[in-house]
C-alpha cells in the first residue's frame, strides 16, 4: 500500500502558476506510473498528467505546453507545475499511483480556483 498526500493548490488569477506536490508514504521507484486527476464541480475526474517510471509522459490536451509532470523518486514526490491557468483548471486536483499490479491508491486531493 502507499498512502498520497497532495498539497500546493490555492487560489490564483487567471495566467497565474501554481506547483502541486504529491508525497508517498514509500517508495515510488517500483510503482508503474503516477498521474494527477482533476475533478471540477458536476464532472467526471479526469486525467491530467501521468508519469512512468521510465519518464514517459501523457498529458491532457487541454494542458499540454501549460502543465509539467515530473517525479523524484529520491524524495518520493511527484509535482505537477501549472503555468498560465485557466478559469476551466478550477477543481479539485487528485494524485494517483498504478502499482502496475490492479492496485490504485489516490490522495485526498487539493483545490485550484482560477478566478478570471
Known amino acids: 500500500q502507499v498512502q498520497l498526500v497532495e498539497s500546493g493548490g490555492g487560489l490564483v488569477q487567471a495566467g497565474g502558476s501554481l506547483r502541486l506536490s504529491c508525497a508517498a508514504s514509500r517508495s515510488i521507484f517500483s510503482i508503474s506510473t503516477m498521474g494527477w486527476y482533476r475533478q471540477a464541480p458536476g464532472k467526471q475526474r479526469e486525467l491530467v498528467a501521468a508519469i512512468t517510471t521510465g519518464g514517459r509522459t501523457n498529458y491532457a490536451d487541454s494542458v499540454k505546453g501549460r502543465f509539467t509532470i515530473s517525479r523524484d523518486n529520491a524524495k518520493n514526490t511527484v509535482y505537477l507545475q501549472m503555468n498560465s491557468l485557466k478559469s476551466e483548471d478550477t477543481g479539485g486536483y487528485y494524485c494517483?499511483?498504478?502499482?502496475?499490479?490492479?492496485?490504485?491508491?489516490w490522495g485526498q486531493g487539493t483545490q485550484v480556483t482560477v478566478s478570471s
Open positions: 494517483n499511483a498504478d502499482d502496475g499490479f490492479g492496485h490504485f491508491y
